[in-house]
């Protein structure tokens, strides 16, 4: 994920992280992005991953992955323990994100320098986060009043870090928006005329076209999508049953299929990846 990131960042564009929950909807993932000829992300949420077990769901995304002919990366989302980091590096995921940002400054650096260390020799990317983002991701939940903003200044600590992406707090929230979300521009604009170093944007369901278009202009080069995927997911397999009725397993997820693609095609295409499968020169 750091070679991808690294020239989204430097070409001025996002690649997508898409958060799948199983391997239809992985795969229309991956078959969106290999039309659109984008790379792409593979994200999984901790949740996920204990659901169907690392190694079981890692077998399916690698090969996904592997057969592809545009560049795939595999991350973990948010995830706060260094135990399910380890299990996803040994079956396969070539990113993960250590999410320590509920935990005092130093010891969230801390921690970010520890994952690090275990994932410089086996080429795995890393993704931090400082600040909190609000809303609901897997069983941790930021209410509003506890959701605080990244503080540059203390950012660059991270920045300087080898990471593949750092995840600022700027005021987007995982999950649906209640109310048009106060995004703070300034503080990306501060940052990123401080580093290059990639960002990732979080909360992506519910943000407009330009605020999608405007952080990417100041840097963020990861842009994910969770909520509206497990929405397209959901409903187009319940919608067609529905008109439908037949009890042919198939058809339905066909049609969850083709839903989830149009989905991240369109995302692909607002964040700029269409045809961008070669700029990233040193992917696998
Ligand atoms: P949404 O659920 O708001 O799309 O956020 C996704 C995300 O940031 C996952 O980390």
Request: proline share 5%.
């Amino acid at each position: 994920m750091k070679p991808m990131l690294a020239s989204a960042r430097r070409l001025g564009y996002a690649v997508g992280a898409f958060n799948i929950v199983d391997y239809n909807s992985a795969r229309a993932v991956v078959r969106a992005a290999e039309e659109l000829r984008a790379p792409v992300i593979l994200q999984t949420s901790v949740k996920t991953v204990k659901f169907w077990g690392a190694p079981t769901i890692g077998s399916w995304l690698r090969e996904l992955a592997a057969t592809s002919p545009v560049p795939v990366a595999l991350h973990l989302d948010h995830c706060t323990t260094l135990e399910v980091i380890v299990q996803c590096i040994a079956a396969g995921w070539t990113s993960v994100m250590i999410d320590a940002s509920d935990k005092p400054f130093e010891e969230n650096l801390a921690l970010t320098k520890k994952v690090l260390e275990i994932t410089e020799s086996v080429g795995v990317g890393v993704e931090a986060e400082l600040g909190a983002i609000g809303g609901v991701e897997d069983d941790k939940q930021v209410a509003d009043e506890d959701a605080h903003l990244v503080d540059p200044d203390k950012a660059m600590a991270f920045c300087t870090l080898p990471l593949a992406v750092f995840a600022p707090a700027i005021g987007t929230a995982h999950g649906l928006y209640k109310s048009a979300p106060k995004i703070a521009f300034d503080r990306l604009e501060a940052l990123g005329r401080r580093t290059p170093m990639p960002f990732a944007l979080h909360g992506g369901t519910g943000l407009s076209d330009e605020v999608f278009q405007r952080c990417i202009r100041l840097g963020c080069a990861k842009v994910n999508i969770s909520t509206q995927l497990k929405h397209d997911f959901i409903d187009g397999f319940v919608e067609h049953h529905l008109d439908k009725k037949e009890y042919e397993p198939l058809k339905p997820l066909r049609a969850q299929f083709d839903r989830v693609k149009q989905q991240v095609s369109q995302k692909i295409r607002l964040f700029g990846g269409e045809g961008r499968f070669e700029d990233c020169q040193s992917c696998p």
